[in-house]
């Protein structure tokens, strides 16, 4: 069974870049047909979904995020990252990474992150 993990700081300066880090344990990220994605979770809001690896490399991101956003991964480790650049205070959220293969997804715990001075 695959299970995700993330990884970060918790508490980001505003204008810096927010960096997380999702290892992958019980499966490859270069299984064919896997997506590897980061959704985030504001206070109070619903779920967003911000970008995805797929298991080929290739990248697709969510086009309000899109210019401030990059997700890469290391295939050596295991992991796929997220950068999100000039972060605000409305960037604050619960981060999670998530895995789908043919219907079936899981999911990290999710980590906080607070964008604060």
């Known amino acids: 069974q695959v299970q995700l993990q993330e990884s970060g700081p918790g508490l980001v300066k505003p204008s810096q870049t927010l960096s997380l880090t999702c290892t992958v344990s019980?499966?490859?990220?270069?299984?064919?047909?896997?997506?590897w994605s980061w959704i985030r979770q504001p206070p109070g809001k619903g779920l967003e979904w911000m970008g995805e690896?797929?298991?080929?490399?290739?990248?697709y991101y969510s086009p309000s995020l899109k210019s401030r956003t990059s997700i890469s991964r290391d295939t050596s480790k295991n992991q796929f990252s997220l950068q999100l650049r000039s972060v605000t205070p409305e960037d604050t959220a619960v981060y999670s990474c998530?895995?789908?293969?043919?219907?079936?997804?899981?999911w990290g715990q999710g980590t906080q992150v607070t964008v604060s001075s």
């Open positions: 998530n895995a789908v293969r043919w219907g079936r997804d899981y």
């Open positions: 690896i797929a298991y080929d490399g290739s990248t």
């Open positions: 019980g499966g490859s990220i270069t299984t064919s047909y896997y997506a």
